[in-house]
């Protein structure tokens, strides 16, 4: 699946990590805690923790996205999932934006728009 060919190519140019809201997230979906990180180390991944200024920047960051919605309104066709976004999302941009080379996603416009320079791979099929 073009996700996996994605992941295999980020891997093969050097580290990938999963921060807390990611970790958080695929845990969620495959079990428990200690085997889902044993298998993602097997594949190559580790784990890294988002730090306070990541944290600090996605709350700004979700605030522009309120003040911006308040202001503008949802854009019109946009899922109500993108006019309520979570802070998560903001954490895993933050996380990606300054603690990392960039981010995996298929969610290019958000990340793109509210984490300005950040490296977005999209997944394509090949």
Known sequence: ???????RL???????????VVLAEVTAGLGHGSEVMDAL???GLRFLAIDQRAAIRA????????????HKGAPSGAPEAAATRAMPDFLVGAHA?????GLITRDQGFFRDYFKGLKVIVPSAP
């Open 1 to 7: 699946d073009a996700a996996e060919a994605a992941l």
């Open 10 to 20: 980020a891997l093969s140019s050097g580290p990938v990590v999963l921060c807390d």
């Open 41 to 43: 180390e097997e594949m």
């Open 59 to 70: 709350g700004e960051m979700q605030r522009k996205f309120k003040q911006r919605l308040a």
């Open 97 to 101: 934006m300054l603690q990392c080379d």
